[in-house]
């Protein structure tokens, strides 16, 4: 599977965390974009098409699921891109709430290593090529 | 679930956290209200009654902090019942 | 002697004594019974009055009740009067003999209606402890001269009626004021509870994002740096890495153990299969072991299901087997193996490390149980030293037991914790290995090695 022709979208409001994660994503020759809250996510998510969407719940203005909320009643162009919750809370609740509005799967930005989340968002891009 | 039982179930666990199994035991006291455990509630006959009954029952022994305490209990609840059906003593 | 039926008024009485329920207005209640019934028995009184006085000889509270029952003792009599000290009727109270007095108008408010009908007051001393708790005034239709030794001693058997309605009015108001107090005391604490989970709760995440960026960025600057590390370089840099984790392993350890102790945490068991589970988590570890050239066996065996959450068994082990790793050498061994008595599983875990000396045995399942660091620099990456906490709280959640048994320094050392087997008994019984947490649920935070 050609990294370079994978396109990942990275939604998380804190400024570290999301050029980190498009630095390590980057390293792997991915095509990375970012924003930096729900509603310029929401924006990008509907202008373009992407591989793999990396979704932070806790974000100001709109957060993490109401983008998926927003995304379930409204979907125009978007069909089946798997969007991936980045969560620190670990909240079964939050978590449940995530799939029931069509999330593909959860990450826990502190409990996983760098290396860790490259597995874990290898495999999810695996699972839908 | 019924709003009211909801109520009661909310008043009598937050109660319980406080004082433990007595709160139980008062909550068994009051006319038309059976209770086996927090959350198996049987109430019969005028429900706001009952709400009030048990209010009381507990503000009897423990005065007006319980007061306070059963308020900010059934605050989840508080828009599920119409304020006329609120019992005075726990409207805000 | 007192007549048949005053014996029976009297009976009656103590028993409305003793069954009024609403006990912190008895006295409201019960004299005016008391009057009623007296005068039924044929008696006249006009009124009764009770004055009770504290150890000063001072009055602290008075009764009235009449027909009407709306007045005060303050309205119709002079209470200061009853008490006047050096009078006649004083010192006969005080030597706890009954007084008669004629001279109605001294005590009397001549402004009472009924004035008029009253010839007489009967003053009785009660009694409590053998000193004057205070007086039961009886007002009389008859004259002083027209009094029975009978009167009297009906009298004498009602003061001690009135004093334990007083007596009891008065515990239950100490109680009932003693109960709010503690009342208030536990709703603030429980006020505070919820504060302070709500503040870890808070800190702990805001922690989380600075201590993710440090770790992710430090990562960085290990594995994908631009320019090669110098070796003085790597060293900080893995040694600040490790210190990161151990920071962000500390903040959910901490997190965990205020879950643990606010009782957020619920225990949900099933019956599962501890052999499989145990099977999985070292497959989850094998990496790790590997880069520490560390031998993980398992020897298993067939088992019946154990009756647990396999959730919180999952964070044990990992607990367990990630110390296991921490403490053994590089090319040391951690062996799993199991025991059974028909009641219960014991899981065992082994490892060939650095071991424990016996003194320090009992320290370990407390919180930040320090050793000496003599013989654990071999675990440069330490743990939080709440690990065994956590798993000792599980444990004892579960109905369980967790011990550790070791040779002492360089023997190694092997940790266990035993699980109730699913048999009949216990899956009939299962309720009682329910655990229902307080209030809102909290999950455990992930355990990390």
């Known amino acids: 599977m050609d990294n370079a022709k994978t396109k990942i979208l990275i939604i998380e409001d804190d400024q570290f965390l999301r050029e980190f994660y498009q630095e390590l994503l980057q390293g792997e020759r991915y095509i990375v974009e970012a924003e930096p809250d729900g509603e310029k996510g929401l924006e990008a998510i509907r202008q373009g098409q992407y591989n793999l969407i990396l979704l932070d719940i806790m974000m100001p203005k709109i957060d993490g699921l109401q983008v998926l909320r927003d995304l379930k009643i409204n979907p125009g162009n978007f069909k089946n891109t798997p969007i991936v919750v980045l969560t620190n809370l670990g909240q079964d609740a939050i978590i449940k709430q995530a799939f029931d509005l069509g999330a593909a799967g959860y990450l826990i930005k502190s409990a996983l290593s760098p290396d860790q989340v490259l597995k874990e968002i290898q495999s999810y891009l695996q699972k839908n090529p | ?92 | 002697m007192v007549s048949e039926d005053k014996i029976r008024v009297f009976l009656k009485l103590q028993q409305l004594a003793l069954d009024i329920e609403e006990s912190t207005k008895l006295l409201e209640q019960f004299l005016p019974a008391v009057l009623q019934d007296l005068n039924l028995a044929g008696s006249q009184y006009i009124f009764l009055a009770a004055l009770f006085i504290d150890d000063s000889g001072n009055i602290k509270q008075t009764f009235f009740t009449d027909k009407s029952n709306n007045q005060t003792a303050g309205q119709v009599t002079k209470p200061e009067n009853f008490l006047q000290k050096g009078s006649e009727w004083e010192m006969k109270v005080m030597y706890g003999e009954a007084a008669v007095i004629s001279d109605v108008a001294y005590f009397i408010n001549p402004a009472y209606p009924e004035i008029s009908k009253i010839h007489s007051l009967l003053m009785l001393p009660i009694q409590h402890a053998q000193k004057l708790s205070g007086v039961l005034i009886l007002a009389r239709s008859k004259t002083a001269d027209q009094i029975s030794a009978e009167e009297i001693e009906f009298g004498e058997m009602i003061t001690r009626l009135v004093n334990l309605s007083f007596r009891l009015q008065d515990t239950e108001g100490s109680l009932t004021k003693i109960t709010q107090q503690v009342y208030e005391m536990n709703a603030k604490l429980h006020q505070l509870d919820k504060l302070k989970d709500d503040f870890v709760s808070v800190a702990s995440h805001e922690l989380r994002t600075p201590m993710t960026a440090i770790r992710s960025y430090v990562w960085m600057a290990l594995h994908r740096s631009d320019v090669p590390l110098s070796q003085k370089l790597e060293k900080y840099l893995y040694r600040t890495l490790v210190s990161t984790e151990r920071l962000i392993s500390l903040v959910n350890d901490m997190l965990n153990v205020s879950r643990i102790e606010s009782g957020h945490i619920e225990i949900n068991p099933q019956s599962f299969d501890i052999v499989a589970l145990v099977r999985d988590i070292m497959e989850e570890v094998k990496v790790k072991a590997d880069e520490k050239r560390l031998q993980l066996l398992t020897l298993e065996q067939k088992l019946p299901p154990v009756f647990a959450d396999s959730d919180k068994v999952h964070e044990i082990l990992l607990n367990l087997i990630g110390n296991a790793m921490k403490f053994c050498y590089p090319g040391g061994t951690i062996a799993v193996s199991f025991f059974t008595d028909g009641q219960m599983v014991d899981i065992s875990i082994k490892d060939s490390g650095a071991g424990i000396m016996k003194d320090d045995l009992s320290k370990l399942f407390h919180k930040f149980s320090r050793l000496d660091n003599s013989y654990t620099a071999v675990s440069t990456s330490g743990g939080t030293g709440l690990g065994l906490y956590i798993s000792k709280s599980l444990i004892d959640l579960m109905h369980g037991k967790i011990w550790v048994t070791s040779e002492g320094v360089d023997k190694g050392a092997t940790f266990s914790f035993s699980l109730p087997i699913a048999s009949q008994q216990v899956l009939q019984h299962a309720e009682q290995f329910q655990v229902k947490a307080k209030g809102e649920v909290k999950p455990l935070e992930p355990a990390t090695i």
């Open chain 2, 1 to 92: 679930m019924d709003p009211y039982v909801e109520a009661v179930s909310r008043i009598i666990k937050e109660q319980q956290s406080i004082i433990g199994p007595v709160a139980v035991d008062q909550a068994n006291k009051v006319t038309g209200l059976s209770v086996g455990t927090g959350d198996d509630v049987q109430i019969s006959g005028n429900k706001k009654q009952v709400l009030e009954g048990l209010v009381n029952q507990y503000a009897k022994l423990f005065g007006k902090a319980s007061i306070e305490v059963c308020k900010e209990a059934i605050e989840p609840v508080y828009d599920k019942i119409p304020v006329g059906d609120l019992p005075d003593i726990l409207k805000n």
